[in-house]
């Protein structure tokens, strides 16, 4: 039996338009904005993570140097860094950004579902980011427990920022999180039901799909965070045993007794492995539509990569345990986890040859955002193997909190993500302004960030094998550190100063671009998806025409058809006779 | 084709992979809500989760939830007693909901804003007796977050944590349902639609099936 056709219900509404200045740019209901909103406030906190980096490494690389380093400091240096990198910036940036910014473009709709809610989010973040940043303010500073704020020793006496820093850190998480289900919602809801007429789910494309799917990890990985900040600002502040064993503290019985830090560990790494993949998911739709765009070849094995991606999400609620090989759990469950985390290689494998395959014989256009998407494929590989090292546990144990792990997961999670989203930068930007961003200044950043990247993070491969615990202040005259740790020490120090301070090329790029771009016109490389179609560049507020959404006949890969006039096939042109529809 | 097997045959995948909607007709406010509960199901496991955990680590006894949660009636202690009546409005509160829910779709907005009016009271004398067994349990038996004289002090912590952060839900759903109702006795959906009675109905049964575990984690274990 036939179904009837289905309107999409947001070609009928009127879309309100702001007139003041604060409402269209400060409360602004429109998803482009609020992208851009989200995408400015990541990448600010993000420099102070770099800053912090930066800090870090002049006290790893040049030891009693530095008198303001101290081991507090330092310590305070590492928590905010990775706290900021992998939720403030990441998670904001990937979802938050490019989330909002591409979803209703990409599906055809005039904006996300829930408008309203989905400014609010926005602000939310923010609310949450000044709560974050506020720790630097508050008496004893920001928390110094480690991004993983593991108790007991994150509320006990003696790691820094324990009167208020802690307090700021859990409260701006609960925060986030309140702020990422307001959004998340929207984009889960936009992407089910609000697509245009003839964008099916096996049309969307794969960019759609992975911060789909990274949106609904996020909602269902978050709440395990939300509830681990409630009870350990509970333990902390009105004296509740959640996390917390009989335990003395400097000599002194504490009133904790009977509950259970493994139990932190379980629910924090609940939403910690997942949100890996929160991160991942979303580069690797991105990074499959820049290299088919750039490639001007359809995606290998489309269907595959959609499998794929929600494989991974399946999968990555079951391996959190791996991270806790060495927690003291019941070595059964490190067998298990162990066997899921490898199992996880092989759908992730799976994306890496099909991006492989798609540049196979194709017409490789080496642009900056092709260049960051190769740069991409190599790192994750990198990253990925040293993953399957540390997924074992027999391997694991002795390289369990030294700098093979550092290496590992910047490389698969810190490194790989960053140059996605620096790729997509160079991508989308000329949709987002109408000017395209420079090529020599993105050549020269695209160069020392990726030969960079690699003289810092290579070493500390080495690094971790030779015993180098992470973590520490200084390696002091430990007889276990080679002597050769000193000197790779300085120079991924110099290195990591040098892409630190490059990343300037970028942002001046991006403000130099805005006022004195080259004109992008409104598809400039020449790509098939709907948000290139738009009528105008920089889409208006409401994306599409008055009362006519575009119509998609097509998948998002249809480049290089044979019998084609062009190289490309827009989503919105209508199939003609002869060919297969998809 | 010739013949289409299995689910392509029931048209499942059919449908849900097709354009513009995967649940068809849905509205947008209804398919939120259900993937918010999803999320909400998460905290709440987490935290039943959590509980089950310390139970199990605690090393002092844990108190025995039929003594502590007795209420005297007539001169004996019946236990459970205050938790049963509870329950049963809460329990009661979800059929007027769905009563609500039909009045609504038949376009009697009269009938469907005081049944809902119903439901928020409902929810307002659960939480006034919740108000009630804490005031019971902390002025009564010294029942603390940090500790109390019966035994593990995990007890009160994860009642208090638990049955508040329920509270707040029930609480929340009681404003809630008041907005509305409200806007339904005001016509406000008259054009739209009362799928809206139908959003809140889904948040409120959410609220109650969460309590039914809460009840058989909590006072039954």
């Known amino acids: 039996m036939a179904v009837e056709a289905q309107v999409p219900y947001q070609e009928a509404i009127e879309v309100h338009h702001p007139h003041s200045w604060i409402t269209k740019y400060w409360f602004s209901q429109d998803h482009k904005v609020i992208a851009i909103q989200y995408g400015i406030t990541a990448i600010g906190v993000g420099l102070v993570a770099l800053a912090l980096s930066a800090l870090m490494r002049l006290q790893l690389g040049f030891p009693d140097t530095f008198d303001f380093i101290d081991p507090e400091a330092y310590y305070q240096f590492i928590t905010m860094h990775g706290m900021i990198m992998v939720i403030y910036l990441l998670t904001a940036l990937l979802l938050g950004g490019f989330g909002n910014y591409l979803i209703p473009l990409m599906c055809g709709a005039r904006d996300m579902v829930f408008p309203f809610v989905n400014m609010i989010s926005y602000h939310v973040y923010f609310l949450s980011v000044i709560v974050l940043l506020a720790s630097y303010f508050v008496p004893g500073g920001p928390t110094g427990a480690g991004w993983t704020l593991y108790p007991p020793q994150a509320i006990l006496e003696g790691t820094p920022g324990v009167d208020w820093g802690i307090l700021t850190m859990l409260g701006s ?17 936009t992407i ?10 096996m049309r969307m494309p794969l960019s759609v799909w992975g911060i789909f799917m990274a949106t609904v990890l996020g909602l269902l990985a978050f709440p395990a965070l939300f509830v681990s900040a409630i009870m350990m600002l509970l333990d902390k502040t009105i004296g509740t045993s959640f996390f917390m064993p009989a335990i003395s503290s400097i000599g002194e019985t504490l009133d904790y007794s009977g509950g259970s830090p493994l139990l932190f560990q379980h629910l924090f790494w609940f939403f910690g492995h997942p949100e890996v993949y929160i991160v991942a998911l979303p580069a690797f739709g991105i990074v499959s539509d820049l290299i088919s765009t750039h490639a001007r ?29 060495v927690s003291g759990m019941h070595p059964w469950f490190g067998f298990f986890f162990a066997t899921t985390t490898l199992i996880i290689a092989v759908p992730t494998a799976i994306k890496v040859y099909n991006w492989t395959l798609t540049l196979w014989r194709a017409n490789i256009h080496l642009t900056v955002p092709m260049l960051f998407a190769i740069a991409f494929v190599i790192t994750f590989v990198m990253g990925g193997i040293t993953g399957l090292f540390l997924g074992n546990v027999i391997v694991d144990v002795p390289l369990s909190d030294t700098y093979f792990v550092v290496a590992h997961f910047h490389m698969v999670m810190g490194v790989a993500p960053i140059l996605v989203i620096f790729g997509a930068i160079y991508h989308w930007y000329p949709k987002m302004t109408g000017k395209m961003l420079n090529d020599t200044l993105g050549h020269i950043h695209f160069w020392v960030t990726f030969l960079g990247t690699y003289i810092i993070y290579y070493p500390m491969h080495y690094l971790g094998f030779v015993g180098v615990p992470r973590r520490y202040f200084a390696n002091g005259d430990m007889a276990i550190i080679d002597s050769s740790v000193e000197m790779l020490n300085q120079t991924i120090t110099v290195a990591a100063l040098i892409v630190g301070i490059f990343q300037a090329v970028f942002i001046w790029n991006l403000i130099y671009s805005y006022f004195r771009g080259k004109d992008s016109g409104h598809n400039p490389w020449k790509a098939t998806t709907l948000e290139w179609q738009t009528p105008e560049t920089p889409p208006r507020h409401g994306n599409w025409e008055d009362k006519k959404l575009p119509t998609v006949h097509r998948w998002a890969y249809d480049y290089s058809v044979p019998g084609e006039e062009d190289d490309f096939v827009p989503q919105t042109a209508p199939q003609t006779g002869s060919q297969p529809a998809t | 084709m010739a013949e289409a097997t299995g689910l392509r045959n029931l048209q499942v995948v059919d449908d849900w992979a097709a354009d513009v909607e995967v649940f068809r007709g849905v509205p947008w406010g209804k398919a939120m809500m259900w993937i918010f509960l999803l999320s909400d199901t998460f905290i709440f496991t987490c935290f039943l989760t959590a509980y089950m955990t310390v139970r199990m680590t605690t090393s002092e006894p844990w108190p025995n939830p039929s003594e502590v949660f007795a209420l ?21 509160s979800s059929g007027t909901m769905a009563m609500a829910v039909n009045m609504g779709y038949r376009r009697r907005r009269g009938p469907a804003a005081l049944l809902m009016v119903i439901t928020a009271l409902l929810g307002a004398s659960f939480v006034g007796m919740q108000a009630f067994e804490w005031t019971k349990l902390i002025m009564d038996e010294g029942v603390r977050p940090w500790g109390n004289p019966m035994g593990a002090p995990q007890f009160g912590s994860t009642f208090f944590m638990i049955t508040g952060f329920h509270g707040l839900h029930v609480s929340a759903g009681v404003v809630y349902l008041a907005v509305v109702a409200w806007r ?3 016509g406000r959906y008259e054009k739209q639609g009362y799928d809206i009675v139908e959003i809140t109905g889904l948040y409120w049964h959410f609220v109650d099936l969460v309590w039914v575990f809460i009840f058989a984690f909590f006072y039954l274990w």
Request: without cysteine; aromatic residues 16%; positive net charge.
């Open chain 1, 297 to 325: 070849k359809n995606i290998f094995g489309y269907r595959m990569m959609v499998w794929a991606i929600v494989a991974i999400g399946v999968l990555s609620f079951i391996v959190w345990a791996h991270h806790m090989y």
């Open chain 1, 173 to 189: 998480l609960a925060i986030f999180i309140v702020a990422f289900t307001m959004g998340g919602l929207n984009y889960v809801t």
């Open chain 2, 184 to 186: 339904v006795w005001r």
């Open chain 1, 192 to 201: 089910l039901q609000a697509r245009t007429r003839g964008m099916t789910l």
């Open chain 2, 72 to 92: 005297e009636a007539f001169g004996v202690p019946v236990p459970l007693l205050l938790i049963a009546i509870m329950t049963f409005i809460l329990i009661t």
